[in-house]
């Protein structure tokens, strides 16, 4: 399960960092999917999504702007892989994307290896 979830997670995210999906969108997918995971065996996945799920809630709570649940969001990843997709060019030649909202931050989204 955990390289189709961290697919899954990846295509979604990438999805809501690029303004295709909106916030609401991403909550409605990964809802079901935080329960499904906080029952798993994999700590690392179970990690992964409490991550995620606190930054959304820091951000419903006004703690975060939108920018830096985006930049939360999309660094959140990053310990869990080891290669790297440009989500904006869907390249794995550029390791990075600007996040929307602010051009100057460029943020580095892990891909799963392809073995």
Known sequence: MA??????????LSRYLR???????FEDWFAPVLWEVADSHD???RILVGTISNRIAEYSY???SEDSL????????????????NFATNSTEAPSMPVPGNSATNVLI??????
């Open 110 to 115: 892990p891909y799963p290896d392809a073995a």
């Open 70 to 85: 985006r930049r939360e969001l999309a660094n959140a990843v990053l310990p869990f892989e080891g290669s790297w997709r």
């Open 3 to 12: 390289a189709e979830f961290r697919s899954e997670l990846e295509e979604n």
């Open 43 to 45: 700590e690392e996945d």
């Open 62 to 64: 006004g703690d975060i």
């Open 19 to 25: 303004d295709e999906i909106s916030l609401q969108a």
